[in-house]
């Protein structure tokens, strides 16, 4: 029997995720409403993660894809996409949940305006080794359905408010837009969907909680790592729309900042002055990294008494002003 094209398809990376794909796929299939199919995609992982997803197979609402050579995130979500047969993508990673009903009325919404390509909701944070709850700091500001595209955009490149996991997005922007970027491999893939999702579509945002992000030690992004690529997504949209070219340099000098802090918590002394000073040389001058970066020239900030730092960054805020 052939079955009609799914509504939503649902893609889930995998990659030695043998401890959380099935709790992953059944919050998936536990959703109503919606005919969805979920399309896995294991990108070479040499645990036991397959097998556990082949337990699923005996459904036609799952699909299991397999990736030869491991090619990271973004290159298993592109496979997953190329294979998709619904009218809109859902991201799900291997060690997140949904709540039930989670796409329903984001469907609804895709279905009655054309022009809106990304829907999103709000997620909560959970300790995989304890189970505590936490609220996601992935919230957006609370007009966000109400600004014009351009303050949209400058809001998501200021800080990413979109859970990925309870993001839908409608198919055909990848035609227009293209895959996600497989040369991002630090994690960020996704955020430089979304930020040219804004550039070209209305967003809306669902505030109602829809997904859970679970945390454990082997899903944490260095700042090292994930910066470097932030940057370059600033640039490029920044370059595609000028009207937000001054916000994108204000956030290219905040991520800068964390960078420096990293460095500078880790000891790396002289890499921490050179990310303080990129920092403070970004639009505008980011007086609080100056500050940090002339404590860091010190030594270890343990040696220096807080109240030098906070009254340094006093003096330069009063020169800036």
């Known amino acids: 029997m052939t079955l009609a094209a799914p509504q939503v398809s649902v893609i889930i990376p995998c990659y030695e995720g043998e401890a959380f794909i099935a709790d992953a796929i059944r919050s998936a299939l536990d959703q109503q409403d919606v005919t969805l199919e979920v399309v896995v995609v294991d990108d070479a992982s040499p645990d036991g993660s397959a097998s556990?997803?082949?337990?699923?197979?005996?459904?036609?609402?799952?699909?299991?894809?397999?990736?030869?050579?491991?090619?990271?995130?973004?290159?298993?979500?592109?496979?997953?996409i190329c294979s998709a047969a619904g009218e809109y993508i859902a991201f799900l990673d291997q060690d997140d949940l949904w709540y039930p009903g989670r796409l329903s009325k984001a469907v609804k919404i895709l279905d009655n305006d054309k022009?809106?390509?990304?829907?999103?909701?709000?997620?909560?944070t959970r300790?995989?080794?304890t189970g505590a709850n936490e609220t996601s700091r992935l919230r957006p500001p609370a007009d966000i359905n109400c600004?014009?595209?351009?303050?949209?955009?400058?809001?998501?490149?200021q800080r990413n408010f979109i859970p990925t996991a309870a993001s839908l997005v409608r198919r055909t922007c990848f035609n227009e837009?293209?895959?996600?970027?497989?040369?991002?491999?630090?994690?960020?893939?996704?955020?430089?969907?979304?930020?040219?999702?804004?550039?070209?579509?209305?967003?809306?945002?669902?505030?109602?909680?829809?997904?859970?992000?679970?945390?454990?030690?082997r899903n944490y992004t260095r700042l090292q790592r994930m910066v470097p690529d932030m940057l370059e997504i600033l640039e490029?949209?920044?370059?595609?729309?000028?009207?937000?070219?001054?916000?994108?340099?204000?956030?290219?000098?905040?991520?800068?900042?964390?960078?420096?802090?990293?460095?500078?918590?880790?000891g790396r002394y002289d890499e921490a002055i050179a990310?303080?000073?990129?920092?403070?040389?970004?639009?505008?001058?980011?007086?609080?990294?100056?500050?940090?970066?002339?404590?860091?020239?010190?030594?270890?900030?343990?040696n220096v008494p807080l109240s030098i730092l906070r009254k340094t960054n006093r003096w330069l805020r009063r020169r800036g002003s």
């Open 177 to 217: 837009l293209g895959l996600l970027n497989e040369s991002i491999r630090s994690g960020v893939d996704d955020f430089d969907l979304f930020v040219r999702i804004a550039g070209r579509y209305k967003i809306l945002h669902i505030d109602e909680l829809q997904a859970v992000r679970r945390i454990h030690g």
């Open 52 to 80: 556990v997803v082949e337990g699923f197979l005996d459904t036609d609402h799952v699909r299991l894809l397999r990736r030869r050579r491991n090619g990271g995130i973004a290159a298993a979500r592109n496979t997953g």
């Open 275 to 302: 990310s303080y000073w990129r920092s403070v040389k970004a639009a505008p001058p980011n007086f609080v990294a100056l500050a940090t970066m002339l404590v860091c020239a010190f030594g270890p900030a343990g």
């Open 236 to 266: 490029t949209a920044a370059a595609a729309r000028p009207a937000v070219a001054s916000v994108a340099g204000h956030a290219r000098g905040q991520y800068l900042y964390l960078l420096a802090k990293e460095q500078h918590l880790e």
């Open 147 to 157: 600004r014009s595209r351009d303050a949209v955009l400058a809001a998501l490149l």
């Open 115 to 124: 022009d809106i390509g990304l829907v999103f909701g709000n997620e909560t």
């Open 127 to 129: 300790s995989f080794a």
